[in-house]
C-alpha cells in the first residue's frame, strides 16, 4: 500500500472588506467531510502526530499562524510548511506525518473523510514500514 499528499490552493473571494474562503467537500477538495477538528494553543517546541492513516483522507490548513509538517510515504522524507489560509494540504492513504514548529497564534484545521476512529492510526513506526511494503 502506498499513500500520496499534494498542495491545494483554495481560492480566496476577496473584496473591500477582507478575505473569504469556502471549502465545500467533493468539490474543492477530493471526499465528502465527515469531520473536522483543530488544534490550537500548541505549547512552544511541541511535536504532534507521530502516525499514518490507513483509511482516512484529510485536508490540513492553518488558517491562522504557521505549522511544519514531516511526511514521510516509507521511502523519504520531506518538510512542508503551511503558513497560509488558502494552502491546503492533502493526505491520502500510507503517509507518516508529524507536525512540529507551531506559531503560537497557529489554528490548524484538519477537515477529515472519516469519523474518528482509532483501529485506523499507526503508531508504530516499523509497523508503518512494514504496511508500506505489503
Ligand atoms: P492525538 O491523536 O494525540 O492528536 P495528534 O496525533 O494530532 O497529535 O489526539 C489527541 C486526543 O484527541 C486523543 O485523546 C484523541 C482525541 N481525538 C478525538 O477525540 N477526535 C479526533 O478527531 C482526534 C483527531 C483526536
Request: hydrophobic residues 35%; charged residues 35%; proline residues 2%.
Amino acid at each position: 500500500m502506498i499513500g500520496s499528499y499534494e498542495l491545494i490552493k483554495f481560492k480566496i473571494r476577496g473584496d473591500e472588506r477582507g478575505s473569504l474562503i469556502a471549502i465545500e467537500g467533493g468539490y474543492d477538495i477530493p471526499f465528502e467531510i465527515k469531520r473536522v477538528y483543530y488544534i490550537f494553543d500548541t505549547k512552544k517546541g511541541v511535536e504532534r502526530g507521530f502516525h499514518a492513516h490507513i483509511k482516512l483522507k484529510q485536508i490540513c490548513i492553518a488558517v491562522k499562524g504557521s505549522c511544519t509538517f514531516v511526511l514521510d510515504d516509507g521511502k523519504k522524507r520531506e518538510e512542508i510548511k503551511l503558513d497560509r489560509p488558502d494552502k491546503g494540504l492533502f493526505i491520502e492513504g500510507l503517509i507518516w506525518r508529524e507536525m512540529k514548529d507551531f506559531s503560537p497564534d497557529c489554528v490548524l484545521v484538519v477537515l477529515a473523510s472519516e469519523h474518528y476512529d482509532e483501529s485506523d492510526y499507526i503508531r508504530d513506526y516499523q509497523k508503518f514500514l512494514e504496511e508500506v511494503k505489503k
